[in-house]
């Protein structure tokens, strides 16, 4: 019958399902519209309420009636809007609509209208717009077009947006030329100090431009290094190292201050990557790793085996392989020949070491079991029970290891020894054999099997522990032999999990779906068919649920194990009725069917979580029994029981009736005094999702005597489908206890608000002081100054901050919402008077942003408000104000960075001397060009020093009780080496303050300190070698400080860039220097780098001469280092 009207389609859609009824109301409208009668059509549905309005949006979609859709692109309802601005992005929508709407709609339409025109990429529309939308909302709001306009386009704006820019991975994917060459600049801009902060929290965009442009990636980690590699790209590193593995290893090795390159192991698929290509650094990186076992193990895992031997050679190099470097983990993935000799190596050491037991038969169970057995067969009776648990945990390793599955029967003949052993011991030995590959057994080892199980299981002691690695070996097993080749194993397993638990529930059987063949898993049904038939004979079904969820979408296609699950609804208990049903519900295909089919073999499964989930979103046509006034009660529905109701965030996929009874019902809870709070608030936040009838039924709540009621209601207002109109009744209750909920809940209001409509409430709160709260005060400064327009927003915030009687927090609220207005010429002056404020929150809240996070245009005239908050007589605000100012020292004149150098040597300032001092080391570290970076004479902090220096030189304040030598304190905190990560500029500045020092006698140990941090940071072997000769120069003479200072040189392993053979080059020269200061740091540097190469025989050379040094000290020095234990 031909659908004509609106009356005849509503009547057609009410009996059908959510899914049917929206293909349906789309077919009709598509053959409406090839007809010309589609207009007509929607006129008449609009007058069927909000359902009908909905129908209407949907056939106007589907119809192409773009007309139509262009006038509801600001609709209130939310169904209706998203309809028009889905067409948006597919199709005609005119340009004039879509822009109108967008520059005057609420902030949550005018996101997803962005979002609209982005993915339909619709770039001249997003161009014009583009400036506008900066105009009227700022560059944040504007920001969001940039992927959809054009790359020449972007490129001139991002220079000047890209401050705004909040997601980057959309427009990187977009235009990922353009964003690397706006990174690039960026970072070239920066100071060195900065990039480490910004490469872990604002490298996401290199993430995404990684899969398109990885070679500029590792550009970018090349010319501008990271102290630690960014956490954004460690999951990229598969892209980086497919497109050059060398540079990836590269860039994973460069020297590292912490010498920490990577805090996590890299996915084994990166690390396969980088073992199959091969590069020639790779085992560069097995040295950075080789003390740490996780990391090397997992690649020496990725490295084929039979490079394995080679790659360990090359990755130790001059290291003596010792047992820190070769752990259990790192000699199973040898070979079989250099385990074998390592491990012999390495007992033999131990035992003549004297080590423990334990320890050298850990070594010796790595080698043959025909070897290794009888030692550790003869220690599985040792008296100590551990001693006896470790002895088998080792002897079944042993065996498994050996990939000989005679070794594994022998050890399954020695386990009929565990009958009488204590349960620790048994269970260390099961959990051992759960270990060993199941496919190393057969039909011969079930009896031995059969044995230790049955040993276990009645066994008085028998522990948790012991049952866990009994039930995992079955499962290992059933699992291996799921197929039925090796039936008597099979049928152990079976019996066994039967026996742990008496039946064959809590069998994980893994990812089978991912492990059989294609077609395999009807073997295996089969092979288990005769366990499962006969199982649900006997009401048990915890093996068919454990092997339908592991064959996972293979089960779907298998119409006998669907019949096993069917009779466990028919026939089973609760719970298991329970599992089979959502087993059942899995298979998306023909879902429909099998739900009315249990509807209707037990109606009260509609009162069950996911058979209720599927009624909401899918069979809404079987809703109504759940919603009348007798609820379906059977099996899981007992009357008096607190009935559940559909999940009402699917409400909007219902028909009117069920709105309307859905509201009854909860209304009816909410209402009832004999429930709990809980469930009465539960109802009331449940109704806010009912389209059309939540809003009334929630605002009759929020007056209520309960608090916790009323409460709900208030919150629950802001999720109704006219948060509009829940405005006024929210900010009535600013004023009162309701506010720390109302509040909030008008923030989420507030984003669907017309401009015009909460200008003017905000107005009337924020400029009228008396009747509401500070805190609804402050969240209304914030509201105002993201969701209107920028000129309105700057306005209103004036306003508010000079109302008579406003409290101090709201307006450092003011000034600290302002930064986003800076565009806005009205909020200079306010922030020029909160600048030179009185108040210290308010002059505080001056220092929010960060120069990243504003435009370029504005950084110099902002860098001087901040400069000006430095000069506050407040110590707190002075010392923000000290910490933030270098990040804006690039965007101020030098003479403006003056106080740094007056706070810092006026020795009557001690409340933020130590802050100035920070602050002036860290821009004299940041790169600057001079004077106002480095440390070069007429620098600010060598006029600083000297300024110091001479104060030091008559300072009266010596040992007093309350002082102490402050210019020298203050000289001692200017001068300490700079931190890491202020790289080249750093090391510059720490050579530079070295020179400065070494004109003063008196604090040539401050020197020192520079020095030898240089001596530490050393990237190769001329610098170290260089390094260490200015550090012996600026000892000599100094024997204590000499000997201090040698005591914190680092090894060969604390200088990961320079090899242990130049390490040794560099400091033989000073073996040979007579002077004091040379032989001891030559001693130090020995002693904490043979040992780890074992001491070859050029070391030994090297600490022979210094033994034979003329200086005593040295000589002393030299024989407290031994070459071997004694």
Known sequence: MPITSADDLLAALDPLPYPERTRTAARTARALAAAGELPALLRDLERHGLHGRRIAALAASAGRETGYLAERLTDPDRVVRGYAIAAVRTLPVPDEAVEAALLDAPAAVRSRLARAVVLGRRSELAERLLPRLRECWGDAEATRLLPACSAAFTARQLPALGHAVRSWTLLTERHPDVVLDHTERELAAMPAARRSGWWQFASHRLAAAAALRPERVLDLLERFPPRIFPYPLRPCLGRLAAADAERTVGVLIAPSRDARPLEAVPSAQVLRRLAQADPPSLPLLGARWLNRPGHFTALLRAVPPSRRDAFLDAAAGEVRLTRVHLVDQVLHRLTRRRRIAEARRLAAEAEAEGRPWSETVRLRAHLDPAEAGPELLTAVGRPDAADRALAWELLVGNAGRSGDPAAVRSVLTAMARLRNEQDPVRAAALTALATVPPALLDDTSAPGLDRIATDALQARDLSA?????????????????????????????????????????????????????????????????????????????????????????????????????????RLGPDDDVRTAIGLLLEPPAGRSGTLARILALEPSAAALPRVAWQLARTRTDLLDPLLAEEPPYGRFLEAGTLRPMPNTYESDRWLPRQWRATARLLDATARSTGRPLADRAWAVRAAAQLPGVGFALVSAHTGSDEVVLAEAALGALAWTDDPVAALPTLLAHTGDDRARVAVFAASRVARFTPPGDLAGLLGALLTQPQGSKVTARKEAVRLAAGHLPRPVAADLLVRAHRAPGQHPDVQAAVIGSAHGLLAQEAVWPLLAEAAGSAVPQVRRSVLGPSPERIAGAHRTRYARLVAEVCSSADPEVARAALAALPAWAAHLPAPDLEPLRTRTADLTERATWRAAADALRTVAGSGLPHPAGGAEPGSLLDRTLTDLLAAHRTEPADALAD?????????????????????????????????????????????????????????????????????????????????????????????????????????????????????????????????????PEEWRAALRELRAHPCAEVRAAARSVFTAAE
């Open 465 to 569: 522990r012991t049952r866990d690695a009994l039930r995992a070996l079955a499962v290992a097993v059933l699992r291996e032999h799921a197929l039925g080749l090796r039936p008597a194993l099979l049928d152990w397993a079976l019996r066994t999990l039967d026996g742990l638990s008496g039946r064959t529930g809590g069998a994980r059987l893994g990812r089978l779906e991912n492990t059989l063949r294609r077609g395999q898993e009807h073997q295996v049904f089969e092979a288990l068919r005769p366990w499962l038939e006969k199982a649900a004979a006997h009401g048990r079904y915890g093996l068919l649920f454990s092997l339908t969820a592991s064959l996972g979408r293979r089960a779907h296609a298998m119409p006998q194990l669907t019949g096993l699950l069917w009779h466990a609804v």
């Open 963 to 1095: 002082r102490d030598l402050p210019a020298r304190q203050r000289i001692a905190h200017l001068t300490a080496p700079p931190p890491a990560d202020h790289g080249p500029a750093g090391t510059a500045l720490a050579a530079a303050l070295a020179d400065r020092l070494a004109e003063e006698e008196e604090f040539i140990a401050y020197q020192v300190a520079l020095l030898r941090q240089r001596v530490s940071r050393a990237e190769d072997g001329d610098e170290l070698a260089f390094a260490l000769a200015e550090l012996t120069d600026a000892l000599d003479g100094r024997p204590v400080l000499a000997a201090a200072t040698a005591q914190l040189l680092p090894g060969a392993g604390g200088l990961p860039a320079v090899p242990p053979g130049l390490v040794l080059a560099a400091i033989r020269p000073l073996c040979g220097d007579g002077r004091t200061a040379a032989g001891l740091l030559a001693a130090s540097v020995l002693a904490r780098s043979a040992p780890a190469l074992g001491w």
